[in-house]
């Protein structure tokens, strides 16, 4: 006997969706990441001077010095006594503050900016310029003026920054 078959017919409808079967059990939660160096948050640094600085000239610039640091800074350190150096890229809060002295019968006015990267006038960042008059002497008493800025700063990884002041006169 001899059987051929014939052409296929056509498909039929599809049949209903089965019903959805029950979710499974969640995984394991991950690790928690390392807490950053010293335990720190972010990166930051604290500095300061104890010594009195003085201008000799009223023509030259100064970099502020600083001859201390806080024992738990954390990614930012002082290089050459001046320079704030980054060691990582950030949105940076910089604070200053100073004080400053005027020994004459005058007013006198004392000007505060940034440097970045450079040692020269062409790292002087734009619109961080403070200016500000030290009283005169008084009552046998020298003028005095403290002076505090708040700047922020995009900086990337081995930037540094120094503050730069100089004076209209030489006994402020």
Do not use: C
Not at 33 to 50: I, K, R
Not at 134 to 144: F, K, Q
């Amino acid at each position: 006997m001899l059987f051929r078959s014939g052409p296929t017919g056509p498909t039929g409808p599809t049949g209903a969706t089965g019903v959805t079967g029950a979710t499974g059990a969640t995984g394991p939660t991950g690790a928690t990441g390392v807490t950053g160096a010293g335990g720190a948050l972010g990166h930051w640094g604290s500095f300061w001077d104890t010594t009195n600085q003085t201008a000799a000239s009223t023509t030259a610039t100064y970099a502020v010095t600083m001859n201390n640091a806080d024992a738990g800074n954390n990614g930012v350190s002082i290089v050459s006594n001046s320079r704030m150096t980054f060691a990582y890229g950030g949105v940076y809060n910089l604070q200053f503050y100073a004080q400053f002295i005027n020994t004459d019968t005058q007013i006198h006015n004392a000007q505060v900016w940034i440097r970045k990267n450079d040692s020269g006038a062409t790292g002087d960042v734009p619109d961080t310029t403070g200016e500000v008059a030290i009283p005169n002497t008084h009552g046998g008493v020298d003028g005095a003026l403290i002076v505090a800025w708040n700047y922020v700063l995009t900086l990337s990884a081995g930037d540094y920054i120094e503050f730069i002041w100089r004076v209209d006169d030489t006994r402020s």
